[in-house]
């Protein structure tokens, strides 16, 4: 069926065989030998061990035909799993702080959605996400590197490492976005410290249009109640989650799907995961034992809390 996909991180969509033909191209040295060396090293376990392996990644990536080449990647993969709309995240910081300009980045994405609308029919948008371990004042100024830009985005994230970083950290940045128009998106990942006071803060003092991931809400009707009277997505991701709090996170699911919240089947970063978001539809349906509808109606909801407009939303659902 056609799906659409909300969480899901350019960076995060590196297959090692791209990953070994741009180091060659770029003279950039690997630490393995092979592609299965380097899926053998994937030995994550929590949030931190993942984003050191998912940084240190992006070394090979340094020419905006590098940036083309991935992000053309995964939209042919969404292409074969029937993705027909994508909101898609990159992580600037990630590259300035090499030496990758801002431009560089933005440009060859971009490139790739255009041609991937043309040529293989896969609509979508691009959010950019803020790195919450660096300061909010880097935030801003990548905020203000994005203003000529601007027609080139729908929204802003917050990602990576969530200890000690809170959403209020970045409230003038995110207050800032909206101001020019954009959607607002922020990380609450599984278990963190302080997550209900970080799911809090982003629902009542940032004024979030989704959540990333945000599983934790259930722990809080008050905050249930809350995210159901805005109407708005939780982009869940349960193979990530599996890697980072050993869990599918499927009973989580249904409950949601039970109290009537929008929760959202995504794939993250499929990459380093193994597996694009029909594997983590099918290992749900395995788990959990999701019944045909409860797919049908996680599907819907992935169109239901995009971005697009309601007009465009229909052409959908
Ligand atoms: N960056 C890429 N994937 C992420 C995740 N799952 N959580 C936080 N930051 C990320
Ligand atoms: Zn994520």
Not at 6 to 32: C, D, M, R, W, Y
Not at 70 to 75: G, I, P, V
Not at 174 to 203: P, S, Y
Not at 214 to 236: E, M, R, Y
């Amino acid at each position: 069926m056609p799906k659409a996909e909300l969480h899901v991180h350019i960076e995060g969509t590196l297959e090692p065989e791209l990953s070994f033909a741009l180091a060659q191209k770029n003279g950039v040295s690997l630490s393995a030998e092979t592609p299965e060396q380097m899926i053998a090293a994937y030995n994550f376990h929590d949030l931190p061990s993942f984003l050191d392996i998912y940084y240190a990644g992006m070394s090979v990536l340094i020419e905006e035909e590098d940036f083309y080449a991935l992000t053309m990647a995964y939209f042919e993969k969404a292409a074969a799993q029937h993705i027909v709309y994508v909101e898609l995240f990159f992580d600037p910081q990630a590259h300035t702080s090499r030496g990758v300009a801002f431009d560089t980045v933005i440009e060859g994405i971009y490139r790739a959605q255009q041609d991937a609308n043309t040529k293989l029919g896969v609509q979508s948008n691009l959010i950019l996400c803020f790195l919450r371990d660096m300061s909010a004042d880097s935030a801003m100024k990548h905020l203000l590197m994005a203003e000529p830009h601007l027609s080139k985005l729908i929204g802003v994230g917050l990602d990576s490492d969530e200890h000690n970083n809170p959403p209020s950290k970045f409230a003038e940045v995110f207050a800032k976005a909206r101001e020019w128009g954009l959607k607002l998106t922020m990380h609450c990942d599984v278990n963190q410290h302080n997550t209900l006071e970080h799911i809090r803060q982003v629902l009542e003092d940032i004024d979030v249009d989704r959540i990333d991931h945000g599983v934790n809400i259930l722990a809080s009707d008050a905050l249930c109640d809350l995210v159901k009277q805005k109407n708005i997505g939780l982009t869940i991701c349960p193979v990530s989650n599996q890697f980072v709090v050993q869990s599918l996170t499927s009973t989580e699911i249904k409950t949601m799907l039970e109290r009537g919240l929008m929760p959202t089947i995504n794939s993250d970063d499929p990459s380093y995961f193994r597996a694009y978001l029909n594997k983590n539809l099918i290992a749900l349906q395995q788990e959990g034992g999701f019944s045909q509808e409860e797919l049908s109606t996680l599907v819907a909801n992935s169109f239901k809390a995009s971005w697009l407009t309601s007009t465009e939303k229909d052409q959908y659902l």
